[in-house]
């Protein structure tokens, strides 16, 4: 991620929080775009419909941050090219980029259609909630394109150094998806039905509205019909640059869907207070979200330029603010769950639920605030490989089997249930640590440039 700022000189703490505040927006505005459908669905709906809603949710969320991370790819090598000033590689990258996603957009409308229903199977929807799960599944799988669609634009808007149009869109989403779904599920009384036509009208208008915006702007490169068509090398070269985020991004929202479905056999106030709880936990890790973006640009620019100590200081100011953050988001989601939760719902018995699990969050909300500033680290260090290590070792080695072992054991207690997640969080803690002590001593005598193509 470049936008423009050189960080390898001056201060290091002013530079950090004003790269990092305006990623916070972004990604707080993504987390608000989701969760509007749970907000409405739990006002006007009844704990099914919250339930298929979250579960419904989770899966979309899993298929779209695949595409997100391959769309990552299209990013930077546009911006590659556009940084060269090769104006028809820049158009090859775009005509290449829009074949490869519309036949990914098709396949993809095709395999959730008829892949919904196992997929909810899977994951043990509860009964109440299973029909109106598949229903939520189907109708945003038919805005699949539109989603696809947004993705490869906002790439190349980034590639060309323009963060803001994809910000404003995702606004404009955010509002429309709100008046949607009053409209839909509160006026119209269509509940998780009403709910999915909101969202894929409100990413068809944000698609619209990207559109418009690169025509009246318009791009540094020829838009020819001989540009849109698809070359091989493009091809691999977006794939070699976005796969490997997208396989991590999936399997660690493969590891969550697998805690929904463990979750989902206790019941259908369980599996709604959980829901809600994620949505929660959602706007609590932006924080420290925001930081592994953010360290990840400016650890890069300092151990490209030979200075490794600069970058560790780095870390030290990201860890230390994240945590005074993380201070303040722990003490209400343990305190004060049961008001957060009813920001989304009215039925009580799951806003307990949800307060309960809430509580193991708040414990993790603390863990995160390091973990995440040391995955952002190695990130910028180029050490991809380690990083996609750690998070599938404390996602399948720790969080599910600890998950499921929590769930047997009776009394049931939503909090020990969550202890999971804090649980791998320590553990990829640890595993952190020990990396950055052991690399100590390489990085201080000798700069890790991240091998090209890999982010």
Known sequence: MNDGRNFTEGGILLPLLRFTLPVLLALCLQSMYGAVDLWVVGTFGQAADVSAVSTGGQIMQTVTSVITSLSAGATVLLGREVGRRNREAAASVVGTAACMF?????????????AARPFA????TPPEAF???????????????????????????????????PLLTVLAACAGNVLGDLFFVGALGMGVAGAAIATVLAQAGSVLLCLLRLRRRGVPFPCTREALRPRKSVTRSVLRLGAPIAVQDGLVSVSFLAINAIVNRLGVVSSAGVGVAGKLCGFIMLVPGAYMQSLSAFVAQNMGAGKPERARRALLWGVSTSLGFAVVLSWLSFFHGELLAGLFVRDGEVIRAAAEYLKAYAIDTLLVSFHFCFAGYFSGCGRTKFVLFQGVAGAFGVRIPASYLMSRRQPLSLFRVGLATPLSSLVQLILCGGCFLLTWRKDAGEPDTPPEGEA
Do not use: P, W
């Not at 519309?102 to 008829?114: I, K």
């Not at 199977?121 to 043990?124: C, E, P």
């Open 102 to 114: 519309a036949l990914l957009a098709v396949c993809l409308t095709a395999v959730m259609l008829f």
């Open 131 to 165: 029909e109106k799960t598949i229903v939520y599944v189907h109708i945003c799988s038919g805005g699949a394109v539109c989603i696809v669609a947004y993705n490869v634009l906002g790439s190349v808007f980034r590639g060309l150094g323009d963060s803001r149009t």
């Open 121 to 124: 199977s899977a994951l043990q």
